[in-house]
C-alpha cells in the first residue's frame, strides 16, 4: 500500500528555504520537513491545502538521522500535492508564508523554544498587506482544489 506522504522533490524544498530567507529571517535556523500529502484532506468542509505540525519526541526521534545535528525535525509542513502541484508560485509562496507564521522559536526556553501560534491581529494584518492583490487567494485555491478532486474523483471512475 503507497504512503499517504512523500517528500516533496528538492526544488520544493529549496522554495521553503528561499521564503523563509526572504520573509522569515528568525526561523533560518528551524528545522523544518515538508512533505506532500497525496490524498485529499477536509476540514471544516474545506480542502486542507497545507497544515504545520511541531514535532513530539517521538518524531523528533524518528527523524534524527536526517538532520545534520542528529536531534530531528522541529516542524513538518503538509502540502497537498495535487493542489500544489496545480497553482502558481505567488500562491505557493502565500501558501508556504501562512504556515511559516503559526510557528515561534522562544529563545528564553532553552528546553522547549519550538511553538504553534495561531493568527494573531499583527501576521493577520501582515499577510493582508503583501496579499492586497489578491486578499482572497485562499478562497480561490480552494475552489480550483474543489476542482482538481472533482477531475481526478471522474478521471479514476472512467479508468473502470
Partial sequence: MPSRYEDVPDDVAKFVRETIDKFFSELINVK???????????SKGKPVIGRIQKT????????KN????????????????????NIDEKDK????RRQLRHIFVDPENPKNPYKLLSFD????????????????????????????????????????
Wanted: net charge negative; aromatic share 14%; no cysteine.
Fill in 32 to 42: 523544518l520537513k515538508v512533505l506532500f500529502d497525496t490524498r485529499k484532506r477536509m
Fill in 56 to 63: 513530539n519526541d517521538l518524531t523528533r526521534h524518528l527523524t
Fill in 66 to 85: 536526517d538532520v545534520y545535528d542528529n536531534e530531528g525535525y522541529d516542524y513538518i509542513i503538509y502540502l497537498d500535492k495535487l493542489i500544489f502541484t
Fill in 93 to 96: 509562496e502565500r501558501l508556504i
Fill in 121 to 160: 491581529v499583527e501576521d493577520f494584518y501582515a499577510e493582508l498587506e503583501l496579499n492586497k492583490d489578491d486578499i482572497r487567494w485562499a478562497e480561490r485555491v480552494m475552489e480550483v482544489a474543489l476542482a482538481l478532486y472533482d477531475e481526478d474523483k471522474e478521471n479514476s471512475q472512467d479508468a473502470f
